[in-house]
């Protein structure tokens, strides 16, 4: 993550949630260069001829932050959490909307960082991930939110505790099992397709 101190991250975060719109203001450029390997990092897990850009994804996200009506920040982690969150909702809207255009020609497939990949997965379909995610919220929010964080958000186990306010070792745990539900349902969706 950024080398910008976290304290003054986090102390701006917390203003822009107390309705501080000049915290907001100051923020933005602060953390732009974050959200901007953020959206990177989740492009190149996308197909060569993905038609949204970082930025793109980033401005949308952005738009999507901003709308919130004085949101309850509790630090900088928990922020790119949520903009990680947004930007995976944002992905899975454009998958979704790319397959529906052509007429379920395909999902767009997603390649998985190495280091937080579902075990002997490379590729996932991003489209089939959110809706096992959704089905995994339903069994366990906390385990959906680490694969989230994890995955999505590129935090690592110690951010992940922070913004749940769990152990690192309990991250570790529900990692390891949501990993695990997630690869068997998604291997069911394949098997069944």
Do not use: C
């Not at 203003?15 to 959206?39: H, S």
């Not at 991003?126 to 989230?148: I, P, Y």
């Not at 690592?156 to 690192?168: A, D, K, M, N, R």
């Amino acid at each position: 993550m950024p080398s910008i101190p976290s304290a003054r991250v986090s102390k701006l975060l917390i203003n822009w949630g107390q309705g501080d719109q000049a915290a907001r203001e100051v923020l933005i450029p602060l953390v732009y260069d974050e959200l901007r390997r953020l959206a990177r990092r989740h492009l190149r897990r996308e197909r060569p001829d993905h038609t949204l850009q970082s930025a793109a994804l980033v401005h949308e996200a952005y738009l999507r932050l901003i709308r919130q009506d004085q949101p309850h920040w509790q630090n900088r982690a928990h922020f790119f959490g949520v903009a990680a969150q947004l930007m995976r909702h944002i992905l899975v809207d454009h998958a979704r909307n790319r397959a529906a255009a052509k007429r379920g020609a395909g999902a767009p497939r997603l390649t998985l960082d190495p280091e937080v990949a579902l075990p002997k997965a490379r590729e996932v379909n991003l489209v089939a991930l959110d809706d096992a995610l959704n089905q995994l919220a339903v069994l366990d929010l906390q385990q959906s939110r680490v694969v989230e964080l994890r995955f999505f958000g590129g935090l690592s186990i110690e951010e992940t505790s922070v913004v749940l306010g769990v152990s690192p070792a309990t991250v570790k745990r529900e990692w390891a099992t949501a990993r695990a539900w997630l690869q068997r349902e998604m291997k069911n969706k394949e098997t069944n397709a």
